[in-house]
T-cell receptor, first 110, second 115 residues
């Protein structure tokens, strides 16, 4: 079993919908990253967080360290949000090593 | 200016050949990484260097040899290529070093196809 589990694996939404992608992990971590991989293949870092909540535009990321869970929310979704969203954690004893989830494929239809 | 740049973007080669992928970052970061993304899109760390020093070396065949001539460059050389080496290889960098690292910046990826 992977140390980082994402759900759902695939998500299809209509433009304008509120979207939530979940990430659960089973180990102690020092930080959690949310990444976005565009259809063209490039990877962009969206958030790095170790507690609480961060917001950037229509994207919100939250983390609950006690429950070992993080969520990525997209408000007013748009077709350009279609991408793979990847959760990655930095293990407490892992130094700079990241462990990745398998990704969530999001498709937003117009 | 591209923050993290990799070359080549595409590489098609025959089994048994030796090839290199180059990576350069102009962000002044101390830490650089090589990640492999397989056909199922799963990312996995291969190597990490901090200020030219190897700090992470995952269970990777020794046909893969990273080289960091300076902290802005991390190249990946692969000997005796095998079919299973076909993947997308991503270079990334982050500020800080050792256990204190920050946000990741990725290159665009290098798609390697071994025939």
């Amino acid at each position: 079993k992977n140390e980082v589990e994402q759900s759902p694996q695939n998500l299809t939404a209509q433009e304008g919908e509120f979207i939530t992608i979940n990430c659960s992990y089973s180990v102690g971590i020092s930080a959690l990253h949310w990444l976005q991989q565009h259809p063209g293949g490039g990877i962009v870092s969206l958030f790095m967080l170790s507690s609480g909540k961060k917001k950037h535009g229509r994207l919100i990321a939250t983390i609950n360290i006690q429950e070992k869970h993080s969520s990525l929310h997209i408000t007013a979704s748009h077709p350009r949000d279609s991408a793979v969203y990847i959760c990655a954690v930095r293990l407490l004893r892992g130094g700079s090593r990241l462990t990745f989830g398998e990704g969530t494929q999001l498709t937003v239809n117009p | 200016d591209t923050a993290v740049s990799q070359t080549p973007k595409y590489l098609v080669t025959q089994m048994g050949n030796d090839k290199s992928i180059k990576c350069e970052q102009n962000l002044g970061h101390d830490t650089m990484y090589w990640y492999k993304q397989d056909s199922k899109k799963f990312l996995k760390i291969m190597f990490s260097y901090n200020n030219k020093e190897l700090i992470i070396n995952e269970t990777v065949p020794n046909r893969f040899s990273p080289k960091s001539p300076d902290k802005a460059h991390l190249n990946l050389h692969i000997n005796s290529l095998e079919l299973g080496d076909s993947a997308v290889y991503f270079c990334a960098s982050s500020p800080g070093g050792g256990g204190v690292t920050g946000e990741l910046f990725f290159g665009e990826g290098s798609r390697l196809t071994v025939l």
